[in-house]
């Protein structure tokens, strides 16, 4: 790794350690709230909490967003009110900026989490030999889930998702739901996983990962031009690798009298290839003349 690489990322590692970070991040910025508990489950179950870390933890995975941190969002709760159906209501929301630096914000509810049994017998063969029982026991999970773009207030998503893992014979966490599930929705419970409820949810949150994340490009933030490149703001922490391609754009921003942002746009300049990488940045070579800080590379899907 040449010198001038070096140097750029030690600066720029020794910015975060010290609490720095640069004016615009290019990836968004997502608030998950906890998700409301499904009927028939009170606070003492934390299945709402559960499914929303789990899903914090697949879109940090997947690098296309920043995941607002969740002592963060529990220190507001206080200062946001809740509407009639138990969401917070948007019109109360700050400002972007105003929300812990939230771009977006994703709500939901657990509509159902449980399970069903079946059983079945042979019709008059079942009554003589009074015995061959067919059990047939079924998980299902379905969420309601809104994401907030509270740039402008706007409603960016909204879905219901559902998903269900079955089988035969297997009597699911023992029998009590209620009384298991405290113990088994813990982040990273085998357990849990290993449970016809934990697999169906898994299912269910991989589905709803999936569309939050295409409502993202993934996008890195141009951090400083030389002759060795250009560095950006994203690494091998979200998923860039050498050799990857992406698209350079000139960024173009309108101020009002007040210092906001009214106009933004954006140009192509060409295209970028990934030459180096680190965890929390990247250098990428290809059009150098044009670029500058503050501008974007967008890479390829």
């Given at each position: 790794?040449?010198?001038?690489?070096?140097?750029?990322?030690?600066?720029?590692?020794?910015?975060?350690?010290?609490?720095f970070v640069p004016?615009?991040?290019?990836?968004?910025?997502?608030?998950?709230?906890?998700?409301?508990?499904?009927?028939?489950?009170?606070?003492?179950?934390?299945?709402?909490?559960?499914?929303?870390q789990m899903l914090?933890?697949?879109?940090?995975?997947?690098?296309?967003?920043?995941?607002?941190?969740?002592?963060?969002?529990?220190?507001?709760?206080?200062?946001?009110?809740?509407?009639?159906?138990?969401?917070?209501?948007?019109?109360?929301?700050?400002?972007?900026?105003?929300?812990?630096?939230?771009?977006?914000?994703?709500?939901?509810?657990?509509?159902?989490?449980?399970?069903?049994?079946?059983?079945?017998?042979?019709?008059?063969?079942?009554?003589?030999?009074?015995?061959?029982?067919?059990?047939?026991?079924?998980?299902?999970?379905?969420?309601?889930?809104?994401?907030?773009?509270?740039?402008?207030?706007?409603?960016?998503?909204?879905?219901?998702?559902?998903?269900?893992?079955?089988?035969?014979?297997?009597?699911?966490?023992?029998?009590?739901?209620?009384?298991?599930?405290?113990?088994?929705?813990?982040?990273?419970?085998?357990?849990?996983?290993?449970?016809?409820?934990?697999?169906?949810?898994?299912?269910?949150?991989?589905?709803?990962?999936?569309?939050?994340?295409?409502?993202?490009?993934?996008?890195?933030?141009?951090?400083?031009?030389?002759?060795?490149?250009?560095?950006?703001?994203?690494?091998?922490?979200?998923?860039?690798?050498?050799?990857?391609?992406?698209?350079?754009?000139?960024?173009?921003?309108?101020?009002?009298?007040?210092?906001?942002?009214?106009?933004n746009s954006r140009?192509?300049?060409?295209?970028?290839?990934?030459?180096?990488?680190?965890?929390?940045?990247?250098?990428?070579?290809?059009?150098?003349?044009?670029?500058?800080?503050?501008?974007?590379?967008?890479?390829?899907?």
């Amino acid at each position: 790794m040449n010198a001038r690489f070096f140097l750029l990322m030690l600066i720029f590692s020794a910015a975060f350690t010290l609490g720095f970070v640069p004016a615009a991040e290019a990836r968004p910025r997502v608030a998950v709230l906890e998700f409301s508990n499904p009927p028939g489950f009170d606070s003492a179950y934390a299945i709402g909490a559960g499914i929303a870390q789990m899903l914090r933890k697949r879109l940090m995975d997947s690098g296309r967003v920043q995941v607002v941190d969740r002592a963060a969002i529990e220190s507001r709760k206080n200062d946001l009110k809740l509407s009639e159906d138990g969401f917070f209501d948007v019109s109360t929301f700050p400002q972007k900026g105003g929300f812990q630096g939230a771009d977006y914000i994703l709500r939901g509810k657990v509509l159902d989490f449980g399970h069903f049994s079946r059983e079945s017998g042979i019709g008059a063969l079942n009554q003589a030999l009074g015995g061959f029982t067919r059990t047939k026991t079924v998980a299902y999970v379905r969420l309601s889930v809104e994401v907030i773009d509270l740039r402008n207030g706007r409603l960016a998503f909204s879905d219901h998702i559902e998903a269900r893992h079955d089988t035969t014979g297997v009597v699911l966490l023992g029998g009590d739901l209620q009384s298991a599930i405290g113990a088994a929705l813990k982040l990273g419970s085998s357990k849990f996983d290993a449970s016809m409820i934990g697999k169906a949810t898994n299912k269910a949150l991989d589905q709803l990962a999936a569309k939050v994340n295409s409502l993202f490009t993934m996008e890195a933030k141009v951090l400083a031009v030389s002759a060795e490149g250009i560095v950006i703001d994203m690494g091998t922490t979200s998923g860039i690798r050498p050799g990857q391609k992406g698209r350079l754009f000139t960024t173009r921003e309108i101020k009002n009298a007040k210092g906001q942002v009214v106009w933004n746009s954006r140009t192509v300049v060409g295209e970028v290839q990934v030459s180096e990488v680190q965890p929390e940045g990247g250098l990428v070579k290809g059009v150098t003349g044009t670029a500058k800080e503050g501008d974007v590379v967008v890479f390829d899907q």
